[in-house]
């Protein structure tokens, strides 16, 4: 009889025991779903390059921003590598200095300026700041419109041959 009452016992308090184990889980699982995502990928702050790899008429590509770095008398600023046409990823041309649209020709100067093509206006741009560790912040998370056409930030002739762009 006491064997049987023991037994009892024991069950009971193993079941309450894990139906507790359960109830923490699954709290736990909710909190977690529940904090804001974090902002180290695109969508938030992406962490770049130190600010001296941005050097002179340099264009510095972020991959994981998608996104480039340049500097325009000494501004740094940060475009996006989305095309404002119908969003196709824009290369940089080392040849032609130029931003070139392979899908349907739109063709932008350094900084972002539409030249040509059937863009509406220039490459969108993401504000930027430095970090306690000293290297560049893109937020990618605060697209703002690129230059409307006619805008003429900088006059930098082509340097060279464009890359290979296919014509629509
Ligand atoms: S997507 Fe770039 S010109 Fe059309």
């Known amino acids: 009889m006491s064997n049987e009452i023991e037994r009892r016992d024991l069950l009971s308090k193993a079941w309450k025991g894990g139906l507790v184990l359960i109830l923490a889980a ?8 529940l904090q804001p ?19 002179g008429e340099e264009v510095v590509e972020v991959p994981a921003a998608r ?11 940060a475009m996006s590598e989305k095309c404002t046409h119908l969003g196709c990823r824009v290369p940089w041309c080392d ?8 899908c349907h020709g739109s063709v932008f100067n350094r900084a972002g300026d539409i030249l040509s093509g059937p863009s509406p206006r220039g490459l969108d741009r993401y504000p930027t700041e430095i ?32 890359c290979a762009v296919e014509e629509h």
């Not at 699954?26 to 779903?33: F, K, Q, S």
């Not at 000293?134 to 998370?141: A, E, F, R």
């Open 67 to 77: 996104a480039y770095l340049t500097r325009i008398d000494d501004e740094l600023i």
């Open 26 to 33: 699954g709290a736990w699982t909710t909190w977690d779903l």
């Open 95 to 102: 040849s032609s200095s130029r931003f070139e649209c392979p």
């Open 131 to 162: 970090g306690d560790d000293g290297l560049i912040y893109i937020d990618t998370g605060d697209l703002e419109d690129g230059p409307p056409p006619g805008t003429e930030t900088i006059d930098d002739p082509p340097t060279g041959p464009p």
């Open 37 to 55: 995502l974090a902002t180290k990928g695109f969508g938030g702050k992406v962490r770049a390059v130190p600010p001296e790899a941005v050097a």
